[in-house]
């Protein structure tokens, strides 16, 4: 079984960067699309970013575009998630989610299969 584990998360001003990591451990790795998701106290769980691991396309939600960018290191089964000048609205608890199998639907958080356990970013103003 696949583990996924978060870390990087913190308190940063705003403006601000953090970087986060999420590590796979376990059976071989073969992921076919790579996520990560934030959810902030009473919000829904809301998409970020998507990365597929074969190949290097790539996918942000409208809010963080030009800000955050997420990538991959396939050898260290790693994905990370640089966030630049972080917004007060960027507080939440970030997930990374793994798909495996074909999927069109890389936004939707019900097509992942593997979650990690989370990481709190909180950005003060």
């Known amino acids: 079984q696949v583990q996924l584990v978060e870390s990087g998360g913190g308190l940063v001003q705003a403006g601000g960067s953090l970087r986060l990591s999420c590590a796979a451990s376990?059976?071989?790795?073969?992921?076919?699309?790579m996520g990560w998701f934030r959810q902030a106290p009473g919000m829904e769980r809301e998409f970020v970013a998507a990365?597929?691991?074969?190949?290097?396309?790539?996918y942000y939600a409208d809010s963080v575009k030009g800000r955050f960018t997420v990538s991959k290191d396939n050898a260290k089964n790693t994905m990370y998630l640089q966030m630049n000048n972080l917004k007060p609205e960027d507080t939440a608890v970030y997930y990374c989610?793994?798909?495996?199998?074909?999927?069109?639907?890389?936004?939707?958080?019900?097509?992942?299969?593997?979650w990690g356990q989370g990481t709190q970013v909180t950005v003060s103003s």
């Open positions: 989610a793994a798909r495996y199998g074909r999927s069109a639907d890389h936004y939707g958080w019900e097509q992942y299969n593997s």
């Open positions: 990365i597929y691991w074969s190949g290097k396309d790539t």
């Open positions: 376990g059976r071989t790795f073969s992921a076919y699309f």
